[in-house]
């Protein structure tokens, strides 16, 4: 084999077909308004929480959506990084969608600790 100084790296694609969907259609199902999040990242933007921690509420979202739970609950995303959020709703504010994002963060606690 031949060393040409680079590797192809492995696909990051996402099998949603085998993915576990329980807790996305119960988050989905406690905050409808959820389904109307188009990733634009005001909610980010704007967070006080994130201006001083590592939070970042579009992250979190992503993660949810894409059904990685695990990485939500891994060593650099714990589920006690989503109560670093102060439920200020200046994410809220600014949501050009009025995605409920304070009831998000708690539905989203709620899921995780079960």
Same mark, same amino acid.
């Given at each position: 084999?031949?060393?040409?100084?680079?590797? =192809?790296?492995?696909?990051?694609?996402?099998?949603? !077909?085998?993915? !576990?969907?329980? @807790?996305?259609?119960? @988050?989905?199902?406690?905050?409808?308004?959820?389904?109307?999040?188009?990733?634009?990242?005001?909610?980010?933007?704007?967070?006080?929480?994130?201006?001083?921690? &590592?939070?970042?509420?579009?992250?979190?979202?992503?993660?949810?959506?894409?059904?990685?739970? !695990? /990485?939500?609950?891994? &060593?650099?995303?714990? !589920?006690?990084?989503?109560?670093?959020?102060?439920?200020?709703? /200046?994410?809220?504010?600014?949501?050009?969608?009025?995605?409920?994002?304070?009831? @998000? =963060?708690?539905?989203?606690?709620?899921? @995780?600790?079960?």
């Amino acid at each position: 084999m031949i060393n040409f100084g680079y590797k =192809i790296s492995t696909p990051r694609s996402i099998d949603m !077909d085998s993915a !576990d969907s329980r @807790l996305y259609c119960q @988050l989905v199902e406690a905050v409808p308004s959820y389904r109307y999040c188009i990733g634009c990242g005001g909610c980010t933007a704007t967070c006080s929480a994130g201006q001083f921690t &590592d939070f970042n509420i579009r992250k979190a979202h992503f993660l949810f959506s894409r059904r990685q739970y !695990d /990485k939500l609950a891994s &060593d650099t995303f714990t !589920d006690t990084d989503l109560n670093k959020c102060m439920l200020c709703g /200046k994410c809220s504010l600014v949501c050009p969608r009025g995605v409920n994002t304070r009831g @998000l =963060i708690l539905q989203m606690r709620k899921l @995780l600790l079960k």
